[in-house]
């Protein structure tokens, strides 16, 4: 019974984290993580034409959307891919941008889609009413951004072990603590590790898998309360109690867990509907559900057993030593009565003499 909260399954829980932690970090600081539409880099052509408000679409010859056509055919002849298209209005007049891929040359590209369109049979299309020009669009890292979130989370780990060591146990408190940090760092070294795209909400994943540590802690945490301070259990060894408390709070543990990856599959695919963005951090949080429940099931418990077993060891001996002093002092107080009724004992026959 108690194997599951062994030394060794404590040492092995412990390395299997470290090798995904250093894997995880090794990937991360090679090619960081793989970033989603959010955090992308990427290239973009934008046509900007100064008459498009004044082009009347109901026209025979459709200039709008000839344009349009024209845009993305002289775009695709000059060697790129459009992902994505978007349009808004600006004091310039329209502006079209297209995200594209591929790899054309830079000094040539840009004349071609503006010859292609000088040359077409559309109306009021000269380079002096319809601009095109090229734009690599690189992300900045948000490091102030990071590292306010870094403070929270900091704030937010102090806060719980605060609460746990008050509410519990200061051993329970330090054992939340790790399995907080934990399970945030491992959380994050398997999204690195299998490339799932992340972008900003990250943030979001990370925060979801501390709470999410924390309330799956609290709940083991809270059965093992209510079991050594009954009869039947506070006097068992340290490690058979705890692991008869985990075995009886890991129904709740997978009640919540399996709530929480149905909604997260649920969200999953309407993120591939309208954005694989959504399923990607989706992806992200089922790594946290997965994470802290195999924490709270088997590496917290671990390590709040070895913090147990070392503490009822030394309440013990503090017994152990509390009873001995206790003894020894009885012993000391009989020997005084005894010779306190010696002494008056001989002292009528000193009298008498």
Not at 21 to 46: C, H, M, W
Not at 172 to 194: E, K, P
Not at 202 to 220: C, D, E, P
Not at 271 to 276: K, L, N, Q
């Amino acid at each position: 019974m108690s194997k599951a909260v062994s030394k060794k399954n404590l040492f092995v829980c412990l390395a299997i984290s470290l090798v995904i932690l250093i894997v995880g970090a090794v990937i991360f600081g090679i090619f960081g993580f793989n970033a989603d539409s959010t955090a992308a880099d990427y290239d973009s052509i934008v046509i900007t034409d100064t008459l498009y408000e004044f082009r009347d679409d109901n026209k025979d010859n459709n200039e709008r959307e000839q344009l349009n056509a024209l845009y993305e055919s002289a775009i695709e002849d000059a060697g790129f891919t459009v992902v994505d298209t978007c349009g808004f209005d600006s004091s310039m007049g329209k502006i079209w941008e297209y995200r594209v891929t591929g790899e054309p040359s830079a000094q040539t590209f840009v004349a071609d889609i503006q010859t292609a369109i000088d040359n077409s049979e559309i109306e009021n299309t000269d380079n002096s009413i319809i601009t095109v020009s090229y734009h690599e669009v690189a992300t900045q890292p948000h490091y102030e951004f990071i590292w306010r979130t870094a403070v929270g989370g900091a704030v937010a780990v102090v806060l719980l072990f605060a609460y746990v060591a008050i509410r519990f146990k200061v051993g329970m408190g330090v054992t939340a603590l790790i399995a907080a940090v934990h399970d945030v760092l491992l959380t994050l070294a398997v999204v690195a590790l299998l490339r799932i795209p992340a972008g900003a909400t990250l943030v979001g994943v990370a925060a979801f898998s501390l709470l999410l540590s924390a309330i799956l802690n609290l709940i083991v945490f809270g059965r093992m309360r209510s079991d050594f301070r009954s009869d039947e259990r506070k006097d068992l060894p340290a490690r058979e109690g705890v692991a008869l408390s985990v075995k009886d709070s890991r129904k709740n543990v997978f009640i919540v867990c399996i709530l929480l990856a149905v909604l997260c599959l649920c969200l999953g695919v309407v993120g591939v509907i309208i954005g694989f963005d959504l399923t990607s951090v989706m992806l992200s949080a089922l790594m946290a559900i997965v994470v802290s429940a195999y924490s709270s099931l088997l590496l917290s418990p671990a390590i709040y057993a070895s913090i147990k077993e070392r503490s009822d060891a030394k309440r013990a001996e503090k017994a152990k030593y509390n009873y001995a002093s206790e003894k020894k002092r009885e012993k000391e107080e009989k020997m005084a009565e005894k010779e306190a009724k010696a002494v008056e004992r001989k002292a009528p026959a000193g009298e008498s003499n």
